[in-house]
């Protein structure tokens, strides 16, 4: 992969403050694994967001429909 070090070094800081990694020290070596309890609050948060987006788009269409309707008749 091309990609430097320090990026590698970023992006795990990131995830680990978002909750997403935790880091197991061994000498002058940090392993990291994912974290189970920030996987499962990512996933709770997307399955709240995917069902208010699609109710939206759900309410949005049947307006759109209810519409054409109005126009049509």
Do not use: C, I
């Not at 978002?18 to 709770?44: I, K, M, N, P, S």
């Amino acid at each position: 992969m091309d990609v430097t070090r320090p990026a590698v070094s970023q992006h795990l800081k990131a995830l680990k403050g978002a909750g997403l990694v935790v880091a197991r020290v061994e000498g002058t070596r940090r392993f990291y694994t994912v974290d189970q309890r920030g996987l499962e609050v990512l996933r709770q948060w997307l399955d709240g967001f995917w069902d208010d987006t699609l109710a939206a788009f759900k309410q949005a269409a049947e307006r759109e429909a209810a519409n054409e309707r109005k126009r049509d008749g």
